[in-house]
């Protein structure tokens, strides 16, 4: 069973950056969809970005401009840069792995890594 493990996370000024990163223990090529998503407290787990196994990359309006996922296949490695943060960024965030990119279908998680922007 693959695991994902994500780290890169912390405490950032308004307009900061960030790059999130997600290991898998193994290769998540099985998976159709590797993504990143959040969890803001008082809210519902949303989309931030995903990359497709064609290497097609989606990203979540709110997040366009401001962050880019990318992957290392080589180091079974996700990544997600962010710029310009803000305090409605703070959340839980965690990768996924799934035959598609929406919430209900990724059935891999990573246990989460806190950023607060203030």
């Known amino acids: 069973q693959v695991q994902l493990v994500e780290s890169g996370g912390g405490s950032v000024e308004v307009g900061g950056s960030l790059r999130l990163s997600c290991a898998a223990s193994?290769?998540?090529?099985?998976?159709?969809?590797v993504a990143w998503f959040r969890q803001a407290p008082g809210k519902e787990r949303e989309g931030v970005a995903h990359?497709?196994?064609?290497?097609?990359?989606g990203y979540a309006d709110s997040m366009k401009g401001r962050v880019t996922i990318s992957q290392d296949t080589s180091k079974n490695t996700l990544y997600l840069d962010m710029n310009s943060l803000d305090v409605s960024d703070t959340a839980v965030y965690y990768c996924?792995?799934?035959?598609?990119?929406?919430?209900?279908?990724?059935?891999?998680w990573g246990q989460g890594t806190q950023v607060t922007v203030s």
């Open positions: 193994g290769s998540t090529a099985s998976r159709v969809c």
């Open positions: 990359i497709i196994r064609d290497g097609r990359t």
């Open positions: 996924g792995a799934g035959q598609y990119c929406s919430l209900s279908y990724i059935t891999i």
